[in-house]
């Protein structure tokens, strides 16, 4: 009886978790660009990985310490992997979607190449006197 | 200072070594305690990664504060992405901002950016001194300070006790 309670509780956490991963593939499909993808991947395949493992959690609970090392493994590694990856989108100019606002680092980037650009020439002129 | 790092490293390890033998038999534990002593001398020379973590009790209660306030910010970017993702007209604004952070110390910055990265509609893209570009899905302004406040501040003022 109690460990039927228990299976059911974490059949609906992990199901909970796999709808998440669901929400999060269908984002993948209808989000316009990569930058916008990765936003919708990163965040529903982390809580829905740890959904899932809570879930199996209840299931086999003697496995305790090994759900709560691969949940702290997904928490530090997914951001980290999805930064890399967008940050390799935008240095090889995978373009941003029409409906971008803004971009900032393309301004800051232009600022500081100007003044590179700027710093140059002041130094060939010098170099020339 | 130096000992510090090989406590904490220590630490990590021994509670690493409990959490995946999931025991607590005396050889077991004698035998993790061992090995936990023995490795932080011969895997890092300074473990210089933890020079600025605090270990007061106040960093440590902030430390469990932030984990908190860093658990409801993921459950929400949950909800926030799926809202998104299932009405139909696809409500999205998105653009890079910059925003600032005062945080000086390296791990400090990296738990930052990893946090932005799992709140709602935000994403590191890249650190640049102490200026932050963030991706969002629902830009809202763009002035620093305004988006400072709005992203940052949440997570700093806990990382700030913490990290330094």
Known sequence: MDTNILEIIGGSIAIAGSIFLLLGSIGLYRMPDAY???QAGTKASTLGTILSLLGLFFIFPSWFGKFMVLILFVLITNPVSSHVLARAAYHIMVPLTKLTQVDKWKERREIDESRKAHLRKVKIQKEGE | MKWKNYLIMFIMLFVFWLLLNNSLEKEIVLLGFGISLVLPFLLCGKCEVFTNLSLSPKAILYS?????????????????????VLSPSLPINPGIVEVKTKLKSKIGRVILADSITLTPGTFTLEIIDDSIFVHWIDVQ????????????SQFEKYLEVMYG
């Open chain 2, 64 to 84: 469990f504060l932030f984990l908190f306030t860093f658990l409801i910010a993921l459950v929400k970017a949950n909800f926030d992405v799926a809202r998104r």
């Open chain 2, 141 to 152: 302004s763009t002035d620093i300070q305004e988006n400072t406040k709005l992203i940052v």
């Open chain 1, 36 to 38: 916008n993808r990765i």
